[in-house]
């Protein structure tokens, strides 16, 4: 099927939550936009799967996301209302290290400016308002109470029905395999036809290097766990217990509480194999679980049991761990949007306000300058 008489203004290739959120973005500012994927999202096969994300300002990443997160937040309140669904689920995070940790200082130093609430809590004040958690010495706790928990899931199902709803097309199991710039246009091929559009959206996750071998990303494997939460043991019914992260000498670790299903997720954060996508180990192993056990055994003694579920998923990194969102030099109708070293998702809405600020020409490059490609020497 030859489509060229399709002729959208800007295509979006990949619609994890990056390419759905930029695909709702321009079609509620009135472009004919089209949006394809390979597979039929959301899927379980990328990096927006698992049920929860995490979304704080505590963010000891860099103080400079904070404006973005509350900007992300605001869009996800109105995502959520427009498409009458339950996105977000407010449980407080705490962050967890030491007291001169990267995490802990971090997290003072961003919220702190920006007069965000935040309460510092010792080991022992941790353990009398969460029993199940232990406390190494010379730890401490921040508390971020405004922080909470996004569903992945919903949430990219929530923005592909809301682009449609305004406007936008949808092929789904449709791969790209190839585009061609020629000039002001782009003829996109897929597997089954042709496309033509003026400005395109790449948004394909841990895919990118396939198409941009030049990119400075890796991916990485991450193995996400699910216990059991019996709240009698753990002295804490699952709504009160808030999402966290932890500072350990064997790296980070974040746990986040589910609720609806009766199960509370732990995993580590990086430490994972690089990986490509379509080779991934998929299976997972009794050594992917070893370091989960071994931080549940100094944390959160009564949540140490075998797991209820597992799975895979993957983390797509640039070398400072921050994104790029960014057009391809001397291109600048082609947008590169890799969000993710795998703090990407709460930003989504956000993100692509500035990916269709660059797409529309407002802006010559990215507001944030932690999201250039230039800063990567050599880079494209
Ligand atoms: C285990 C884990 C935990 C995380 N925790 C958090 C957290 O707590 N908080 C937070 O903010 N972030 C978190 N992140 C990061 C966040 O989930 C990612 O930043 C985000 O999901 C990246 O989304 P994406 O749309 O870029 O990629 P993806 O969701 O992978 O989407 C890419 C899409 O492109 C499609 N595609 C690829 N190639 C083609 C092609 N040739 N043609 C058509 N379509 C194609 C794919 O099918 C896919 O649907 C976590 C990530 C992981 C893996």
Known sequence: VNRLDDRPECIVVGLGIMGSACL????????AVLGLDQLSPPHPLGSSHGHSRIIRASYFEHPSYVPLVIRALELWRGIEL??????????GCLSIGPEDGLLCMGARRALAPHS???????????????????????????????????????????????ARRKGASLRLNERVLRWKSLGRHFKVATERGTYLAERLLLCVGPWMKKFL???????ERQVMFWFEWDASRMERAL??????????????FYGIPEPERGLYKVARHHGGASCEPDRLEREVKEEDLRPIAQFLDRYMPALRARPKEARVCIYTNTPDQHFIVDH??????????????????????????????????????????????????GAA
Do not use: M, W
Request: proline residues 8%; contains cysteine.
């Open 116 to 162: 965000l609430p935040f309460e510092e809590l010792d080991a022992e004040k941790v353990l009398i308002r969460y029993p199940f958690l232990r406390l190494p010495q010379g730890h401490q706790a921040l508390l971020e109470p405004l922080a909470g928990v996004l569903h992945p899931e919903r949430c990219v199902q929530a923005l592909l029905a809301l």
């Open 328 to 377: 391809l030099p001397r291109q600048e109708n082609l947008i590169i949007i890799s969000a993710c070293s795998g703090h990407g998702f709460k930003f989504a809405p956000a993100i692509a306000e500035e990916a269709a600020d660059l797409a529309e020409g407002k802006i010559k490059g990215p507001r944030q300058q932690l999201f250039s490609l230039s800063r990567f020497a």
């Open 24 to 31: 709702h973005e321009l079609a509620k500012r009135g472009h």
């Open 239 to 252: 709504e009160q217990v808030p999402a966290l992260i932890a500072e350990t000498n064997e790296g980070f």
């Open 213 to 219: 071998p030049e990119l400075p990303l890796a991916c």
């Open 82 to 91: 427009e498409a009458q669904t339950s996105l977000f689920r407010r449980t």
